[in-house]
């Protein structure tokens, strides 16, 4: 009965484990969602009280900062002035792929990777056309993620998107320097800034590239190289 109760309780162990991780894909794969749709609010709320967002190199901190990210700077650059997504003839799609997703041991806390890919632009019949961007743009990145449960629900503890190309369709990335460059200045001085500039960390944006640690093990040799760096000298 002892042997049984173990391999019961490894189970339930198990299956817990799986739940969560299809719950923070489902959560990061509607954040994609929302913000092709510019549906600032929506994004805001998958964020914990205490969330924060890195873009570029400036720190967005709470659902207030997730949103003056999302909802003001976003939608000013992408959007008419009262005008609200999905809006006539602008493409702003979102592909979240290649997840890997770990769960902390307590069940409460986690972290994931995941490679977002872009497709954004403007048809050429649209009236109002965002300054500074081609008509058609392509980008791409990886996120290292930060989830917690909070009243037992996922909510994203710290999300850091680190931009590693963009690309003007036309051209290509050959061709192209990003479109988007770090902000300077924080909020309140500006409007769309962030809380908090990391400069201890400036990102510059492509042609430079970016090494983006990895939150996991390799799976083959991960523990063994664990265990050496364990090991006294």
């Given amino acids: 009965m002892a042997d049984t109760d173990a391999r019961l309780a490894a189970l ?15 959560l990061h794969w509607a954040y994609g969602y929302y913000i092709d749709f510019n549906r600032a609010e929506d994004v805001a709320n998958l964020f914990a009280e205490d969330g924060e967002v890195i873009f570029l190199s400036g720190i967005y901190k709470g659902r207030e900062g997730a949103y003056r990210l999302y909802g003001t700077w976003f939608k000013s650059l992408f959007l008419a002035p009262g005008e609200e997504g999905p809006a006539y003839g602008f493409l702003l799609d979102h592909f979240q792929m290649q997840d890997i997703i770990t769960i902390a041991p307590d069940g409460q806390t986690a972290k994931g990777r995941f490679r977002g890919m872009l497709f954004g632009g403007s048809h050429e019949s649209r009236e109002f056309k965002p300054q500074g961007l081609p008509l058609q743009f392509m980008e791409a990145g990886i996120y290292e993620n930060d989830y917690v449960k909070e009243n037992g629900v996922w909510k994203i503890k710290r999300l850091d998107y680190m931009m590693q190309w963009q690309g003007d369709y036309e051209a290509g990335w050959s061709k192209t320097t990003a479109h988007l460059q770090p902000l300077t200045e924080c909020y309140p001085a500006n409007p769309i800034g962030p809380d908090e500039i990391r400069t201890e960390e400036l990102r510059q944006t492509w042609p430079h590239r970016h090494d983006v640690p990895m939150h996991f093990a390799h799976p083959r040799f991960g523990a063994a190289l664990a265990t050496q760096v364990q090991e006294p000298a």
Avoid: F
Wanted: aromatic content about 0%; glycine content about 0%; proline content about 0%.
């Fill in 12 to 26: 339930e162990r198990r299956v817990q484990e799986l739940e969560d991780i299809n719950a923070i894909r489902r």
